[in-house]
């Protein structure tokens, strides 16, 4: 029986990592470390011009691992609620897989869909962008 358990444990492979707890509420607040990729109307599909955005961002957040990301697809109401925020979230989605394919852990990126009209900001985000906000590390 024993055998049997410590062969079942070999198999099962390393333990997977816990996912990091942190929040991305407020960090749309943030003004330092923040970087703007830019998308087609209607497009989910990264361009070149997004490109060093996404790599300034993963080497700033690869030089000090103990900070986060948040990337924050941009919706509005003008292509419908629906179809704004699911491309939102797709862009942000995206952006999310470029930063880990850098290097970054995906237990580091949170990416979510932000709607304008809720966040309560003055100035909005363009709907065709995504940010990325490097947080600050924690004391």
Do not use: K
Not at 65 to 74: A, E, K, L, S, T
Request: charged letters at 20%; glycine letters at 6%.
């Amino acid at each position: 029986m024993r055998l049997l358990a410590l062969a079942l444990l070999l198999l099962a492979g390393p333990a997977t990592a816990q996912p990091r707890s942190f929040s991305c509420v407020g960090a749309e607040a943030l003004e330092d470390d923040v970087f703007a990729v830019p998308f087609t109307r209607g497009s989910t599909t990264l361009r070149d011009a997004g490109r060093s955005a996404i790599a300034a961002a993963a080497q700033l957040a690869e030089s000090d691992r103990d900070r986060n990301i948040c990337v924050f697809g941009h919706a509005d109401r003008s292509a419908g609620a629906g179809t704004s925020t699911q491309i939102a979230a797709q862009r942000a989605r995206a952006v999310a897989q470029a930063l880990s394919q850098q290097g970054i852990e995906r237990d580091r990126i949170r990416a979510e869909a932000r709607v304008a009209a809720f966040s309560g900001r003055q100035s909005e985000p363009e709907a065709r962008a995504v940010t990325i906000v490097v947080l600050p590390t924690l004391p």
